[in-house]
């Protein structure tokens, strides 16, 4: 028997294989912007990096959040604006819905990628029993499930458009991965939660979670185990539900 009762897992970078394309989205979107600043107000341009700019600040982040977030790593304000901001309107809203048309072409041209490892993970834990939702900042959550034909392996989905509308706190908060807890009727003591993303790791541990398990897609193992991850792998495939049980049943004995 095992000791956990739920497994939620991020999306991007953890099911699918967007994050990248989040990434490529948000640097079109900001360079094309920072362009802009140094034509209108003579600023220099310095391009948007995914090492220096997308993993610290963006990352994980609910959308608008990600944008002020960045700006004002670069020392520039400007109004946050609406969420129903035109795409070409200078506040964070209108960028942050500017980065959505980036995504959602290359989405829709290319399609969705899948983990196989998680997937497969995710199928054995069905077939054990053990319940399984999905917690992300992503509005797109709908349709990425949708066009990859998953959505039905989970029980429940707490995405951006949920936040929003019943005003949960973004990452490093825990607040999408308690409300999944809380959807599926499981402690949080008894949930794993699997992420890829520094913030997502720590809105695990934050939430006390009985194991956070980090996904290391960018190198960076260090900055998981250090943020919050109880055990870091670079692919599902490196771990297994038992290893998964035996890590948490660990913690839990030392407490």
Known sequence: MLNF??????MDGVITKTAVVHSNAWKNMFDEYLH???????????????????????????????????????GINIPFGDPNDEPKKETACGLGNRKNEF??????EDGVGLYDST????????????????????KNCDVILGKAGIANLFETQVDGVVSAR???????????FTTAADNLGVKYSRAIVV????SGVQAGAKGNFGL?????????AHELKSN????????????????MDKYLLEKQNKK
């Open 195 to 198: 992420e890829d993303a520094v």
């Open 103 to 108: 995504f959602n072409k290359v989405l829709e």
């Open 36 to 74: 802009f600043r140094e034509k209108t107000y003579n600023e220099p341009f310095k391009e948007f990096t995914h090492t220096d700019d997308y993993l610290p600040y963006v990352d994980g982040r609910p959308r608008y959040q990600g944008v002020e977030r960045f700006l004002k790593s670069r």
């Open 166 to 176: 019943i005003g949960l706190k973004g990452k490093p908060e825990p607040d999408i």
């Open 212 to 220: 956070v398990v980090g996904v290391a897609r960018e190198d960076n």
């Open 5 to 10: 009762d739920a497994v939620i897992f991020d």
């Open 228 to 243: 919050g991850a109880d055990v870091v792998v670079e692919d599902l495939s490196e771990i297994s539900i038992e290893d």
């Open 119 to 138: 997937i497969k993970m995710i199928k054995e834990l069905l077939a054990r029993g053990v319940k399984v939702g999905v917690a992300t900042s992503s």
